[in-house]
């Protein structure tokens, strides 16, 4: 499906001695030092650069979100677009500040909009099924999904792009990213499930127990009905996915195929990274974990993941808000690396 090569460590030895030979202390950069690592692995030893980072905002609806398990209506989904768009949502903010490109992609909002400067059409449907009911959607719809995500990654790639930063827009969609997260971990649900927009308790009961019931109602389907098997990540996507978090994996795949780096959000990014992950393994050495947010369950996602975040700033918006404010660490981690004398060219005595 996505051939991703295996990133090399041949020439790791190389890459941490020159970040050990900087003028300071072993390690003294902290998180940025195995950063800079990752990003010569990636982008090549020499010097390696960010390149016209580009934001990749994900907006879908949600079937489950008729059901009382969101203080906002799926309206808000179609009305947070057009903010967007008209350039007045915390994330347009954020990439003005730090000069990201930004598009948004309409992966199934429940009414299509007129073609605008900055949107992006890949409708996979007018938002999925309630997934305590139905299948949220078929397979073909995953497929597609995934298929329409790469031509995206393609062209931001071919224009010249090397990271991808990713959020979404989508009311309910923590439900979803809550119900393919246990599916996929076989964490108690309980774990998994958190308040997203800021639901009170009776509605977060009543959240989960909608969410008991997809993952009751699916459970054979996920494993194809055979016993121990491990949940088939295409399977659960189109049982209990969203428009956007299919895309999202999709462009996560597609993106570390071409040798990119991807920058992930929070909490429902994360579970895309984590169906990218079951998908190709590979994928995970592609991907710098921008924050921990405050949805409950992401801590445990990020360990699943063998991620450590780089921010933690008690975010819960989504957006790509977290994946925008992390780009400086990103860039400071390949500034260092590049710029930053050694202690032979500052004339400074070593101490390492």
Do not use: W
């Not at 997934?131 to 995934?146: C, F, K, N, P, S």
């Not at 699916?218 to 209990?240: E, I």
């Amino acid at each position: 499906m996505f051939n991703i090569p295996a990133l090399s460590h041949a020439g790791d030895a190389e890459i941490q001695h020159r970040i050990d030979h900087k003028t300071k202390p072993p390690g003294a950069l902290g998180q940025l030092e195995p950063l800079a690592l990752q990003l010569a692995r990636v982008l090549g030893k020499e010097a390696p650069a960010i390149r016209r980072p580009t934001m990749l905002v994900f907006a879908a609806d949600h079937g489950i979100a008729a059901h009382g398990v969101s203080i906002a209506p799926s309206a808000v989904t179609t009305q947070m677009v057009h903010n967007f768009l008209g350039g007045g949502a915390a994330i347009n903010v954020f990439c003005r500040q730090l000069g990201y490109e930004l598009e948004v992609i309409d992966c199934g909002i429940l009414e299509p909009l007129p073609p605008t400067p900055g949107l992006v059409a890949q409708r996979l449907g007018a938002g999925t099924g309630a997934i305590h009911l139905e299948a949220a959607m078929t397979q073909d719809q995953v497929t597609q999904g995934l298929t329409l995500a790469r031509a995206l990654v393609t062209r931001h790639h071919e224009a010249g792009v090397n990271l991808v930063a990713l959020g979404e827009m989508g009311i309910g969609n923590t439900s979803s990213a809550a119900a393919v997260m246990a599916a996929l971990t076989g964490l108690p649900l309980t774990d998994c499930v958190g308040r997203g927009t800021g639901i009170d308790d009776a509605a977060l009961a009543n959240k989960r127990a909608l969410l008991t019931r997809a993952l009751a109602l699916h459970g054979d389907t996920l494993t194809s009905g055979q016993a121990q098997a491990q949940p088939d990540p295409l399977r659960v996507l189109a049982c209990l996915g969203g428009f956007e978090i299919v895309q999202m994996t999709g462009a996560m795949l597609a993106a570390a195929e071409l040798g990119m780096l991807v920058l992930v959000d929070g909490f429902i990014a994360t579970v895309s990274a984590l169906l990218a992950v079951r998908l190709n393994a590979n994928a995970r050495d592609y991907m710098i974990f921008a924050h921990e947010s405050e949805e409950r369950g992401h801590k445990l996602l990020l360990a699943e993941l063998g991620a450590r975040p780089l921010l933690s700033l008690g975010l819960r918006l989504g957006e790509g808000t977290g994946a925008a404010l992390a780009l400086p660490l990103v860039q400071a981690a390949a500034n260092f690396y590049n710029q930053m004398a050694s202690f032979d060219e500052a004339g400074v005595t070593s101490v390492v």
